[in-house]
């Protein structure tokens, strides 16, 4: 009885993107700087395989609970593309969180995006905005803290005219080491719109600098099945929490 609600709802989610996919609709959930037009002409030489990329993803969030229930996190994230060359966009995001019960958690989020589909020196970006629902459950095995966000997102590109759909499943495994300010994690993350389109592995770890400042650094590896582009990403953020 403890998991059926986020089971049930989970299920919901995912019977509707199966009956609604739109195939041909770029995942905007994703990434859209790996669309094969573009690896295309960042890669004209290249056929068959996969492209490897070497990028950083680098973001600021800060965090403010409200009583025992609420919490609103915000966020500024840069990204780069094109083995760090080119900026791949830039993402601000809010997103109120609701604490259930003590292991179950519901956030609604809404992005701005500010994306470049090809080079970005000297081209204006294109803004796309989403929307997004998260059911997080939490749970301890022993000392091992483990996460489970099943997350749906709709996104609309304005310059294209064009929206789109995607569930993404994540899971994360964490283990913080006693007498240390270290928490080493490892996760998984799968995209679903009528198909898999994406999937990501992270593994890095926390380092809680103080009272309210928290530094993650880790390394994520985000392989495209569409676009046949494997991203290699350094990934870093400083979370402040009040």
């Known amino acids: 009885m403890k998991k059926s609600l986020t089971i049930i709802l989970a299920t919901f989610i995912c019977c509707a993107a199966h009956a609604q996919s739109i195939p041909d609709a770029p995942i905007l959930g994703g990434d859209p700087s790996d669309n094969p037009i573009d690896l295309e002409h960042r890669y004209p030489e290249m056929e068959g395989g996969y492209f490897h990329e070497f990028n950083i993803w680098a973001s600021v969030n800060v965090k403010k609970n409200f009583g025992e229930k609420w919490e609103l996190m915000g966020r500024v994230e840069t990204?780069?593309?094109?083995?760090?060359?080119?900026?791949?966009?830039?993402?601000?995001r809010v997103m109120p969180t609701y604490s259930v019960c003590d292991w179950f958690k519901v956030g609604v989020g809404a992005d701005y995006i500010a994306n470049w589909s090809g080079p970005s020196a000297g081209h204006a970006a294109t803004p796309i905005c989403r929307a997004m629902l998260d059911l997080t459950e939490n749970f301890a095995l022993g000392g091992v803290q483990v996460s489970v966000r099943e997350r749906y997102m709709y996104a609309y590109?304005?310059?294209?005219?064009?929206?789109?759909?995607?569930?993404?499943?994540?899971?994360?495994?964490?283990?913080?080491?006693a007498g240390t300010r270290l928490t080493p994690y490892a996760a998984g993350e799968i995209f679903y719109w009528g198909s898999f389109p994406q999937a990501r592995a992270f593994a890095g770890t926390k380092v809680k600098l103080g009272d309210h400042l928290t530094f993650d650094l880790a390394y994520l590896c985000q392989v495209q099945m569409k676009s046949s582009l494997c991203n290699h990403v350094a990934k870093a953020a400083f979370t402040f929490s009040f």
């Open 79 to 92: 990204r780069s593309k094109n083995n760090c060359h080119d900026a791949s966009r830039i993402i601000i």
């Open 157 to 177: 590109d304005f310059e294209a005219k064009s929206h789109s759909h995607v569930v993404r499943a994540k899971a994360t495994v964490s283990y913080p080491i």
